[in-house]
């Protein structure tokens, strides 16, 4: 099970890279808000189409008042999704896309990192360690070698 959420994992970072090369293509010609708007519209139809056809939506959806602030976690969350898309495109636009999923792939391991640590959100808690920090230090130089 461990492999397949590497693969997963692997094509989802395939994904994450074509969506922000596509996005930055396409505001620098019409702008970031179109450029947002337009697949965030896409998403909701779809996944209406998808509430409308899975007919158990509503009781998983009902789960979440066992969850403490459940849906206010979520509306935070559709908040971070936006950012990041907005953020991400103009990023992009400026300094390209090698650069920018570098130094986005940097911050999620140092934020992933001091998150383990402290074990922030009921993360399992894992230390900081010496390995971690020459990690960090590494991709640190291997964005300054991107720039390059």
Do not use: C, W
């Not at 997963?8 to 708007?37: D, E, M, R, W, Y």
């Not at 999923?101 to 230390?127: C, K, N, R, Y």
Request: charge should be positive; hydrophobic fraction near 55%; aromatic fraction near 8%.
């Amino acid at each position: 099970m461990e492999y397949l959420g590497m693969v997963f994992a692997l094509i989802a970072g395939t994904f994450i890279t074509s969506q922000g090369a596509i996005n930055g293509t396409v505001a620098q010609k019409v702008g970031i808000f179109p450029t947002i708007i337009i697949p965030v519209g896409t998403q909701i139809v779809l996944l209406l189409l998808a509430v409308v056809i899975n007919r158990n939506f509503g009781v998983s959806t009902m789960k979440l008042k066992e969850i403490d602030h459940g849906f206010i976690f979520l509306g935070i969350s559709a908040l971070l999704g936006l950012g990041i898309m907005s953020l991400m495109t103009y990023s992009i636009m400026k300094i390209g896309p090698l650069v920018a999923f570098t130094v986005v792939i940097f911050s999620q391991l140092l934020s992933s990192m001091i998150a383990e640590h402290f074990g922030l959100l009921d993360i399992p808690q894992h230390s900081i360690s010496f390995k971690r920090i020459s990690a960090l230090i590494l991709m640190l130089i291997a964005t300054k070698l991107f720039m390059e």
